[in-house]
């Protein structure tokens, strides 16, 4: 005879990303809030859970989390992830039977009803929760069940109903429900679980190239060294090294782009590969696959990690190209074409054939240069131009990595169309460049980051947000001095979770190719040497900055940006709070690099949850002054030279002692 089958059904389950396809992203250790609406034909009490699990080898039963009914079928519960990796869950539900004839059961009595008849049906249910309870090892639920069915057998009387409406009883008998009629998602979910720093980052970028003493001698990593203390001072966690493999001899590029090279010039790092070796070799000048050891490990003393950039392209030398012909397409002519993007043409590389035939064995190899970087200590990697590789590679490679280390974190290099940056993030990277770059104005930097932190890419997406590259020298930087510099770096570094910059930015260097968004004298092809203490430069403000992103845990999260009302459009106002309110910031900063500007801002009491005549002290992170509000309105005074302010909130409450602060 057919068995019965459920008829419950769960809708609209959240979070997911595009109906599962892909991984939701959350901080491990935060509790992930599950919703979903599940509904059924009729007045049943329904019951659900939450089925998770992590997908590892070693994977057990799944865990269990009950959802809690909040009103007009909708359900939620949250999960305890507090793993890094890869998590899946799905929802399941199913009619509670014994509390729908518990509630029917009252309704009944209290119009009157004879009941005998149910008591007998209750019975039933009972008898069958006991033999359930008995199957799982409940014996104390069994023991209690068979006495509640016993008592219900009676018939009809005030202690067979009391026994019935007992909500021990009730709470037995829910815990041994009838799952064979439970509906479930067609298919799990998932959830990656990002490590801390995944999440919560602070970027220095510099060439080890660049770091020697000597302004005519090539850096090494023994000199690099000598930079991690000062970049600890910053407040920077990770520093990130542009590729420090051999450079190829063909084509090489001389200073500023030029196409014709020197013998003393030292070319550009992304063209990758030479008769040392290729993307698991070190360039010579630099030292030895022990020297980057070293360097990883000195780093990890400072409690700095070291980002590697990972440019798969190749220079005409590379050994690819000897060993392996069939990876790369060629024209009628026979000749490799070098990478292009109209107008632009990089003539030191040439690019691999991502869907070719002999893909396989290429994505295979090009996996293994991620192993063999994680097995010199690297956990972190910038990934050069994402965008003009097949996302299927990425979501592969990135899987099977993750599979092994959870812990790796990818950085996608991509300035590129909207879709393509979100369909990358979808496929694994941990984090992203993003157009905030290019962001100046209010309504934009509004719109712009309220979509990245608050819509849906900021289930799958977490934007590191870097005022400049060695590619780009935006025109607000050009244009608007040292002030520019310092209110740029207040945006990146509390708008976001994650920022960094490319070393000379805390020195305002700003001289541009003449109208181009490029330095002069790039480092991207020459040694630059720098002077880290000349006047003028920025190194407390940003030192602060990192400071007061290390001490208040608001700005270590990445979905919680609300912006508020200032009266000044070159004034933007917003807050990031902890949700039990234990971390709050108040920011305010200037966009105009040229003038003084004041704003009348809008508090958000109600976020602060504050009356509105209670006083209270704001303390500003950035120049330690302190002043009293009371009110929703507050004034600011903002300049080129300090232009933004960075409150934490102290509240009073009265003790034995007079006044304490709090929040």
């Known amino acids: 005879m057919p068995e019965r089958r459920g008829s419950t059904i769960i809708e609209n389950v959240q979070p997911q990303v595009d109906g599962g396809r892909y991984p939701v992203k ?70 509670d039977s014994f509390r729908t004839w518990v509630h029917e059961l009252q309704r009944k009595i209290e119009v009157g009803r004879e009941v005998s008849s149910e008591l007998l049906e209750g019975a039933a249910l009972l008898d069958a929760a006991a033999a359930r309870a008995e199957s799982s090892g409940a014996r104390a639920d069994a023991e209690r069940l068979r006495q509640g069915q016993k008592a219900l057998l009676g018939g009809q009387s005030p202690a067979a109903v009391s ?43 510099f060439f080890p190239r660049s770091t020697s003493t000597d302004p005519k001698r090539h850096g090494t990593f023994r000199d690099a060294e000598r930079m991690l203390p000062y970049v600890g001072e910053l407040g920077f966690d990770v520093v990130y090294l542009p590729p420090i493999h051999p450079i190829g001899r063909t084509a090489r590029k001389g200073k500023n782009n030029t196409l014709t090279a020197g013998p003393e010039d030292v070319g550009s790092p992304w063209a990758i590969g030479g008769p040392e070796g290729g993307h698991k070799a070190i360039h010579p000048q630099l030292g030895t696959l022990e020297d980057f050891r070293r360097f ?29 012909p069939e990876w790369f397409q060629r024209r009628p002519d026979g000749t490799i074409k070098t990478a292009e993007n109209p107008p632009k043409r990089y003539e030191d590389i040439v ?38 590789k097949p996302p299927p590679f990425w979501e592969w490679v990135i899987g099977e990595v993750h599979a092994r280390h959870p812990d790796v974190i990818f950085l996608a290099e991509a300035f590129t169309r909207p879709k393509m940056m979100k369909a990358l993030a979808k496929s694994g990277f941990n984090q992203s460049y993003t157009y905030f770059t290019w962001r100046n104005f209010k309504h934009e930097l509004e719109d712009y980051l309220t979509e990245l932190t608050q819509g849906p890419p900021a289930d799958y997406m977490i934007g590191n947000l870097w005022p400049n590259t060695p590619d780009i020298l935006p025109e607000h930087l050009q244009q608007g001095g040292r002030p520019a510099f310092l209110l740029r770096a207040a945006l990146a570094a509390t708008l976001s979770s994650s920022w960094g910059i490319y070393s000379g930015f805390e020195l305002a260097e700003n001289r541009a190719l003449p109208g181009k968004e490029e330095y002069a004298d790039s480092e991207k092809y020459q040694i630059v040497n720098r002077d880290f203490d000349r006047p003028g430069n920025l190194k407390t403000w940003i030192a602060a900055l990192n400071r007061a992103r290390r001490e208040h845990r608001a700005l270590q999260s990445y979905r919680n940006l609300r912006f508020h009302r200032a009266d000044n459009e070159r004034v933007l106002f917003y807050s990031k709070a902890i949700e039990d309110r234990s971390s709050l910031v108040l920011a305010a900063v200037s966009l105009d690099p040229y003038a003084p500007q004041e704003a009348i801002l809008q508090v958000p009491l109600d976020r602060l949850g504050i009356p509105e005549d209670e006083t209270y002290q704001v303390h500003d992170l950035l120049s330690g002054d302190r002043a009293l ?14 232009p933004a302010a960075l409150w934490s909130v102290l509240r009073f409450r009265r003790s034995e002692q007079g006044f304490d602060y709090y929040f």
């Open 26 to 95: 959350r901080k491990a250790g935060d509790p992930v809030r599950i919703t979903a609406d599940i509904f059924k034909e009729g007045h049943d009490d329904l019951a659900a859970v939450v089925r998770w699990r992590q997908l590892t080898p070693e994977q057990g039963e799944p865990r269990e989390e009950p959802m809690r009914f909040l009103g007009n079928d909708a359900w939620e519960t949250e999960l305890p992830i507090g793993a890094n990796g890869l998590h899946a869950f799905s929802v399941e539900a199913w009619p």
């Open 163 to 205: 026994a019935a409406v007992d909500p021990g009883l009730l709470a037995a008998a829910s815990r041994h429900p009838d799952r064979s009629v439970a509906s479930r998602l067609e298919r799990d979910l998932r959830i990656f679980a990002e490590r801390d720093r995944a999440v919560f980052s602070s970027w220095y970028e």
């Open 296 to 324: 990883v490990s000195s780093a990890k003393d400072l409690g700095i990690e070291v980002a590697l950039d990972i440019a798969f392209q190749c220079s005409p030398d590379h050994p690819y190209i000897r060993e392996h």
């Open 351 to 388: 690019n691999f054939d991502w869907m070719g035939p002999a893909r396989e064995a290429l994505w295979a190899e090009l996996r293994s240069v991620f192993f063999h970087w994680i097995a010199q200590g690297v956990r972190i990697f910038r990934v050069d131009n994402p965008h003009t």
């Open 629 to 642: 509000w009371q009110g929703q309105n507050a004034l600011v005074r903002l300049t080129p030279e300090k």
